[in-house]
């Protein structure tokens, strides 16, 4: 509740401040622009009387109007100075021009010929003669004149005789019409008035008729004396119902406002006074004050609009601090958490270090066992191929013995060319021992170091090299379609001689029993590997195909083997990136294992 009354006495002063301001704004922009228009009306009054000022001066000094006053009982003069006016009046454009003694007495006018002529007629109680005599200088005055009843300046100045003393005044009078024509509202000022005061508050020019001739001091000067009502003959001069309303916050202090009472209703308006030049005359521009109140109303909307906008941000402002705090309580829970979160994990970072640690060392074991078994592999083919390896040993030492003796007879005899070929023979059948002596030893040899490209081909030379070693490999039709360009695959050549040697080997115990015996050996690229088949005429394999690659299955005597050559075999080409598989020949008796590795460039 303090909350929602606060903001109800923050927008009432918001308000209040923004009605003040906008009046304040409001009241010096119509002040500014009464200013404006008073100081083009003051100059316009000013251009007119410095306009017709020099006027009467140059009359006086035309000789002629010397001469009537010299001789105002010579018809011949008085006429030629009438006729003489009727062409100043015509080029200055003035109303009336007339010249009068000392005395008053008009002698000569330029409406000689008129009804209502000057002529012998005395104005010597109007201000613009008798100042002129008094000062010898130019005289200016405002009156209606006594005859027409029109509003007129009057410009007169002495006229002096040949000896410099006044002889007389002539006068010029120029309508004010002209002066009150010039009067144009501007656009902005549709509701702008204008009226001329003289020194006792009387208006003779006026925007509105109905203001004419109005007494505009508000009784503020008493009785009007008896040369107001002497300027004005025949007019009432009532004065008019203003009330003075005070000078508005922010104008200067010519400026008040001002209230007039009418028929038609009560309005109010900005007065703003300015003397003008060279009279004793003011300048009132009353300007409507209705411009103020649409100013202070958009001041009460803009104040309304800044109060909503502000409200508006500081509720923003204090939700997001609330928000903001309330985040901050939450990131000190969430940090908490984390902390408590980052304990648990670097605890079960530890343990799966640990765990990592002991998998990798199990890995790595295992690594190891698998090598082991691998070698193991190899060395219990090596095993199974023994009696193989000593048929082949066997056979050439029995023709070495043989050659030797019979080259020790030869020698007895001194056939030499005999024991030379003898020797010759016994050195080709060594060599021969020495291959195959070393491609055992190859094959029973550790790989090292991680696969590379290898030529396939290669592989499969060491392996037949070793299973035509073999005793049971004799009679059997081994047909290696070998291919006369480098097969580059990614293998190890030791690894790869490994499983062949298994594949050729298992072909060789299949086909033990069948009268013609053949095994077959392909390569051939399909989708961007190379692809070895080995083929045999046996009698093919179990049903379930996938079973034969689990260890320790076989379906041979244990003197054949203990069933793991065919597992780890899958297990090195799956290390290879390759794939072995075996199936029963679909074109007929026998089985086939294909062996598949990733085909690659010899730049490599």
């Given at each position: 509740m303090p909350l929602r009354i606060g903001a109800v006495l923050l927008l009432l002063i918001t308000l209040g401040l923004s009605w003040v301001l906008g009046g304040w704004a409001g009241y010096r922009q119509v002040e500014q622009e009464s200013l404006e228009e008073s100081f083009r009306y003051r100059q316009l009054v000013a251009n007119e009387l410095n306009r017709y000022l020099p006027i009467p001066e140059l009359m006086a000094e035309h000789p002629l109007m010397a001469r009537a006053l010299q001789n105002p009982e010579d018809p011949r003069t008085i006429l030629d100075a009438n006729e003489e006016m009727q062409r100043m009046a015509t080029i200055v454009g003035s109303s009336d021009v007339y010249l009068m003694d000392t005395s008053g007495l008009t002698i000569a006018a330029n409406n000689y010929q008129q009804e209502d002529s000057f002529v012998g007629r005395r104005f010597d109680f109007r201000p613009y003669f008798s100042d002129a005599m008094a000062s010898g200088d130019s005289a200016i005055y405002f009156a209606l004149g006594l005859m027409s009843g029109v509003r007129g300046l009057y410009f007169s100045h002495p006229v002096r005789s040949d000896g410099g003393e006044i002889a007389g005044v002539i006068a010029v009078k120029v309508l004010v019409h002209e002066l009150e024509s010039q009067w144009h509202r501007p656009a902005s000022l549709s509701e702008a008035e204008m009226v001329v005061l003289d020194q006792f508050g009387v208006s003779f020019l006026a925007s509105r008729p109905a203001w004419l001739y109005r007494d505009f001091s508000g009784g503020s000067n008493g009785a009007l004396p008896l040369e107001t009502r002497q300027r004005y003959p025949e007019r009432e001069l009532n004065p008019m119902q203003i009330v003075e309303l005070g000078r508005p916050w922010g104008v200067s202090e010519q400026s008040s406002k001002i209230r007039f009472r009418t028929p038609e209703g009560n309005q109010e308006y900005l007065s703003v006074r300015t003397p003008l030049p060279r009279l004793d005359w003011t300048l009132q521009v009353m300007v409507s004050t209705a411009p103020v109140l649409w100013t202070r109303l958009g001041f009460l909307v803009a104040g309304f609009a800044i109060y909503v906008g502000v409200l508006l941000a500081w509720l923003y402002l204090r939700e997001r601090y609330r928000r903001e705090a309330e985040l901050a309580l939450r990131g000190e829970q969430l940090e908490r958490r984390v902390a408590e979160r980052t304990r648990d994990l670097e605890h079960s970072n530890q343990q799966l270090l640990e765990e990592i640690s002991e998998r990798e060392r199990t890995q790595s074991e295992l690594r190891e066992t698998q090598q082991e078994l691998i070698q193991a592999a190899k060395l219990a083919v090596l095993?199974?191929?023994?009696?193989?390896?000593?048929?082949?040993?066997?056979?050439?030492?029995?023709?070495?013995?043989?050659?030797?003796?019979?080259?020790?007879?030869?020698?007895?005899?001194?056939?030499?060319?005999?024991?030379?070929?003898?020797?010759?023979?016994?050195?080709?059948?060594?060599?021969?021992?020495?291959?195959?002596?070393?491609?055992?030893?190859?094959?029973?040899?550790?790989?090292?170091?991680?696969?590379?490209?290898?030529?396939?081909?290669?592989?499969?030379?060491?392996?037949?090299?070793?299973?035509?070693?073999?005793?049971?490999?004799?009679?059997?039709?081994?047909?290696?379609?070998?291919?006369?360009?480098?097969?580059?695959?990614?293998?190890?050549?030791?690894?790869?001689?490994?499983?062949?040697?298994?594949?050729?080997?298992?072909?060789?115990?299949?086909?033990?029993?069948?009268?013609?015996?053949?095994?077959?050996?392909?390569?051939?690229?399909?989708?961007?590997?190379?692809?070895?088949?080995?083929?045999?005429?046996?009698?093919?394999?179990?049903?379930?195909?996938?079973?034969?690659?689990?260890?320790?299955?076989?379906?041979?005597?244990?003197?054949?083997?203990?069933?793991?050559?065919?597992?780890?075999?899958?297990?090195?080409?799956?290390?290879?990136?390759?794939?072995?598989?075996?199936?029963?020949?679909?074109?007929?008796?026998?089985?086939?294992?294909?062996?598949?590795?990733?085909?690659?460039?010899?730049?490599?």
């Open positions: 095993g199974q191929m023994s009696a193989g390896l000593n048929h082949e040993m066997n056979q050439p030492l029995t023709a070495i013995q043989t050659y030797a003796r019979n080259s020790r007879r030869f020698l007895e005899k001194g056939a030499t060319d005999m024991v030379d070929a003898n020797l010759s023979e016994i050195i080709t059948l060594c060599d021969k021992m020495a291959e195959l002596t070393r491609q055992f030893k190859v094959f029973a040899r550790k790989s090292e170091g991680p696969p590379s490209v290898v030529d396939l081909r290669l592989s499969v030379d060491a392996a037949l090299k070793i299973i035509k070693a073999q005793k049971n490999s004799a009679g059997i039709d081994i047909r290696w379609n070998r291919p006369e360009q480098p097969v580059m695959c990614h293998g190890d050549l030791i690894r790869i001689e490994q499983v062949m040697v298994n594949l050729l080997a298992n072909a060789a115990q299949a086909v033990e029993e069948r009268e013609a015996p053949v095994i077959t050996i392909d390569v051939e690229v399909v989708d961007g590997h190379w692809r070895c088949t080995v083929r045999d005429n046996g009698y093919g394999l179990p049903g379930n195909t996938e079973q034969i690659f689990e260890p320790f299955f076989t379906t041979k005597s244990v003197k054949q083997g203990l069933g793991l050559g065919l597992s780890i075999s899958r297990q090195i080409v799956d290390a290879l990136g390759g794939t072995l598989t075996g199936r029963n020949r679909p074109d007929g008796p026998g089985a086939e294992f294909v062996l598949t590795l990733q085909q690659r460039e010899a730049t490599e």
